[in-house]
């Protein structure tokens, strides 16, 4: 919760822009699957830091952030990878993330997971969609 808020601290100091903030949605990991699916488009579910996930499970806080109408050296001023805080963005064009998250839908291999992935495609077309 901590590294949430110094986040939002540095996110309001940063002084970044309205569209950069209009045109990114951050995500969960899982939100694209489980790793088996979504290490197809945003990696393994290890700090990307790692050259292979630990011995013992864990619960790794990995962030997507998907993006439109904003470069990425934009978003990655604002969402950077810091291994000493464990903070480890992913990034992902909307355009990339929707064709992705169709065909996922489209394969429907375990209905679930299909709902998860309609429900992370309905956020982001309703958050980041052609209206804006």
């Not at 110094?6 to 045109?23: E, P, Q, Y």
């Not at 996930?53 to 619960?59: A, K, L, T």
């Not at 990034?91 to 309609?118: H, M």
């Not at 077309?125 to 804006?132: A, C, P, Q, R, S």
Request: with cysteine; charged share 30%.
């Amino acid at each position: 919760m901590l590294r949430i808020l110094i986040l939002v601290c540095f996110l309001l100091a940063s002084g970044c822009s309205d569209d950069t903030r209009k045109n990114t949605v951050v995500l969960n990991y899982n939100d694209f699957g489980p790793q088996v699916i979504a290490s197809e488009i945003i990696g393994m579910e290890w700090w990307q830091w790692q050259d292979h996930g630990e011995s013992r499970p864990r619960d790794y806080d990995i962030k997507v952030v998907v993006y439109r109408k904003v470069a990425l050296d934009e978003i990655k001023k604002i969402y950077f990878i810091n291994p000493d805080q464990e903070q480890d963005y992913r990034y992902l064009k909307y355009e990339a993330a929707i064709i992705f998250l169709d065909k996922k839908i489209e394969d429907n291999v375990i209905d679930e997971v299909t709902i998860r992935l309609q429900k992370t495609r309905d956020f982001l077309t309703e958050k980041l969609g052609d209206k804006n």
